[in-house]
């Protein structure tokens, strides 16, 4: 499908009386839409706006590290989420939006999506997207979260920075056309919502475990975790019941992970 100038139209239009997406605020230049949505929420923005924008000057990746966000090509977008679980649970968000992000990018380009722990969204072995959620707890209660989400959609491969050739990847560089980015932000929302009601009725469910150890791309590999100034080397057993990674090292120990504090090599 080729992209009309007023994709963000449609995306609208598609996301028309849902709960994730019913109103979207689109910038043609923001610092980071994570950030911009904090703001928002802290003047009490209703739960599912979305910020969306065109480009970001600063756009965050985990600690402190940068997410290229150049302009006209990609997806920056932030969701305002206020569920009534405790803080320690939040990192399950990751989680499920990793479910959700990996389905909808598959479905809107027929490539295989795989979810590599905790927060990336690998095609044919590259990354392609990555999720960035931030907490607002007061005491034992969520005030907000703010859901990003980073999505390569028509980048060329020859635009991506040197330091990520190889390592990064689009939707267009994998699959060999151009896609709509309406389409492929409509499919994003309608996953995310979805996943998300489920998660607010069902909790961490044995579904939803299944379904992200179905689409794990580390699943059985051999990794190396590193946790503050810690290492852990194992083989990757998969989600535990919490939403923990479990990894076995070569004397048989077990290793439970939790994805707010860790990321992983392979
Ligand atoms: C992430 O962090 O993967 C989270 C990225 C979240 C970005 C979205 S965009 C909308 C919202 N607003 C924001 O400000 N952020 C969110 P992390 O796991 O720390 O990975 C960061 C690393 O990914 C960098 O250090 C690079 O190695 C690599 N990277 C940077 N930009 C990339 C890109 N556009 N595509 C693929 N990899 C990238």
Known sequence: ???????????????????????ILFF??????????REY???RAEEGLVILAESQAQGKG??????????????????????????AVAPQITLLAGVASANALTRASGLEARIKWPNDIFIHGKKVAGIL?????????????????????NWKREEV?????????SLMAEGGRKFSRALVAGELLEELGREYELFLREGFSPRLREEWNRLSWVNQKWVTVKVMDK?????????????????RDREGNRQRLVAGDVSLRL
């Open 41 to 43: 929420a802290l003047k």
């Open 161 to 169: 920075p040197p330091d990520l050739q190889g390592l990064a990847s």
């Open 1 to 23: 499908m080729v992209e009309t100038s007023n994709w963000v139209e449609e995306l609208r239009k598609a996301r028309k009386g849902k709960l994730i997406g019913k109103e």
């Open 62 to 87: 985990r600690q402190g590290r940068v997410w290229e966000s150049p302009a006209g090509v990609n997806l920056y977008l932030s969701v305002i989420l206020k569920p009534s679980i405790p803080p």
């Open 133 to 153: 959620s931030e907490m607002e707890a007061e005491g034992l209660k969520i005030r907000f979260v703010i859901l990003g989400v980073g999505v390569n959609v």
């Open 231 to 247: 290492e852990f080397a194992g083989q990757v057993l998969g989600l535990d019941t919490d939403g923990a990674l479990l990894l």
């Open 28 to 37: 043609d230049r923001v610092d980071s839409t994570n950030r911009l949505g």
